[in-house]
């Protein structure tokens, strides 16, 4: 096992991978930016190492920095956490050259997932359904051609997206012609990769998730699916599992081809396939090779600490257990507090005054925030997870409900009131929402 993991990221991701290593005995680096020097992930580590200023470019994405500090504190391993470095196949390699292990999948499972149009290709020759659509288009002619194919209305996507930006949707020709340039050069600017496809645009489905980890070794298991269908403009706001949208014999069907296909394909640490599902049917729409924001709520309903396995798997062990080994208790559901106006969404960093999280049967906070610490301006909004966990759905949305009335973030605006008007909604109590549900009911901005 590894004597000292790096972790490469801030906020309440570093800090859950801080956590895991802490009760694995592993001592832990925490690097941070000028603007996190008071962060809490700094605070709890080992040892701390400073890597650039306040832009992501210049530190947290600064791969010369991250490698130094691995060097000087004489780490063993890299955990990239989520965003910045951990889906750059660069990187991966980088790490693996400079004889350090990542902690995730292999360079070329992440470069081959993380372009979009390779990814379905892949989905595809391994048996999983994928949406109508997907192969690059060169130019506007390629493009009116393919959408003949794909059939109105469709979505313009950027091979290299991610993080719910990067698509257009297109619902005639004339649509498409308009769009087409823009979305190109949205692409070029913003992922540095101008590479386009096509996809039929689904009217009202749900985005289900399987989560999946595979040891490389010939071993591969799913931990459920997660419902992320309640999003604001493709991001998600809250996830609960199971889904209140699929049958038992849907679930089980979806689960098992995610683990089978991974299987197939020799897939190494933890991973999650996710799909739309509409009318009965699932369509494949891309695979994260990292872990996610929302893993807790799996690892509430499975017993199984997923950071734990992803640093076991990357020191090569085996997983040790079967599907059959795994059991599936309650609900959990997943609220993402951000440091957003409720109404607005814009962001709102600043100084917490008072912060007091909740407790009690069934709930679990997973954030960096203090009293008096300043959330900087310069990265994601998201500063705290509320998870609950219950017997059922309706004794965990009793407990996720209580939580937020005691969740106290003041001097700062939260998403905090926005969950609450979500848990008041017929709807959502009876599980009966689309993606595209929380903007048509609640959403008045542009
Ligand atoms: P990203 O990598 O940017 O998150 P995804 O391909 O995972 O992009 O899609 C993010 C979200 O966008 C989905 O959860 C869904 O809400 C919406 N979306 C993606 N593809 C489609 C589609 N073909 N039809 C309708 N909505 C879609």
Redesign the pocket.
Known sequence: MFDKVLIANRGEIALRIHRACREMGIRTVAVHSTADANAMHVRLADESVCIGPPPARASYLNIPAILSAAAITGADAIHPGLGFLAENADFAQIVGEHDLVFIGPSPEHIRLMGD?IAAKRTAKELGIPV?PGGEAVDDLDHARQEADRVGYPM?I?AAA???????RVARDKSELEAVFPIARAEAQTFFGNGALYL????AK?R?IEVQILGDGQGSVVHLGERD?SL?RK?QKLLEETPSPGLNASERQCICNLAAATMRKFGYKSAGTL?F?HQDGQFFF??MNTRLQVEHPISEMVTGIDIVREQIRIAAGATLGYRQEDITFSGHAIECRINAEHPDTFAPSPGTVQRYHAPGGMGIRVDSALYQSYSVPPHYDSLVAKLIAHGSGRNECLMRIRRALEEFVISGIETTIPLHQQIMRSDAFLNGDYD?GWFERTFDQTP
Do not use: D, N, T, Y
Not at 161 to 167: S, T, V
Not at 199 to 202: N, P, S, T, V
């Open positions: 979009k949406v979505l996507k997206g991610g993080g719910g930006r990067g698509m996809e039929r645009f689904l489905p985005h992320c999003q493709h996710e739309l729409i891309e993606i």
